[in-house]
């Protein structure tokens, strides 16, 4: 029985097909990815990040994190909304981010939508009530299967750019929705599926 134990310690973790060995992206992954977030704050500083990924890889995204949270302020919306074109070009110059004008004037364009939607609700209800404010819990077997975009995440990309948001297309928001436990898209084999299962907003 001990050996038995020992090889089942050292057997390694079953995780999603689209996980690198990357120790970001698997910290990533095993603490984050599919976890239940309600904080509004937190919700915007990930949509916002999920929308500088546009054409490029999240893994680029994760290892500049900290970087954009420096750049914007911990992605605190009041202080973001008050930049300016000044600021803009200040950025421009940051090689810790990604250097791209749109990108960086859509975090200050989301930082105002945030605010007029908080005027009214939580920033947390609002992008809760996509999935009726509770995780759509699915059943892939490979992540291949998952869709890259749903008729809530076109709903979402839509309500958003209402509110004067940009970079909230409808896969992006579909990828926010994965990451922030609103979808449950981890294969039923990885290691974090029945954890997530068990987090999820029911």
């Not at 939607?117 to 939580?122: G, L, T, V």
């Not at 975009?149 to 928001?173: P, Q, Y």
Request: contains cysteine.
């Amino acid at each position: 029985m001990p050996n038995q134990t020992k090889i089942e310690k050292n057997m390694p973790l079953h995780r999603c097909g689209w996980v690198s060995s990357d120790p970001i992206y698997l910290a990533y992954h095993d603490n984050e990815w599919g976890v239940p977030e309600l904080d509004s704050r937190a919700l915007f500083a990930k949509l916002c990040l999920d929308g500088q990924q546009a054409g490029l890889s999240w893994l680029t995204i994760l290892k500049k994190q900290q970087n954009f949270e420096q750049a914007f302020y911990q992605f605190d919306p009041e202080k973001i909304s008050k930049m300016g074109p000044a600021d803009v070009d200040r950025l421009m110059q940051d090689s810790g981010i990604i250097r791209n004008k749109l990108k960086i004037e859509s975090v200050i364009k989301n930082a105002k939508g945030f605010l007029a939607i908080e005027a009214s609700q939580p920033f947390s209800d609002f992008i809760w009530q996509f999935t009726d404010g509770r995780t759509v819990i699915n059943a892939w077997e490979d992540f291949r299967q998952a869709p890259t975009s749903t008729d809530a995440s076109k709903a979402m990309s839509k309500a958003l750019k209402k509110h004067g948001f940009n970079f909230v297309g409808e896969t992006i928001c579909y990828a926010f929705m994965q990451a922030v436990g609103m979808v449950n898209d981890h294969e039923v084999g990885c290691h974090c599926y029945e954890r997530t299962c068990d987090l999820a907003i029911k």
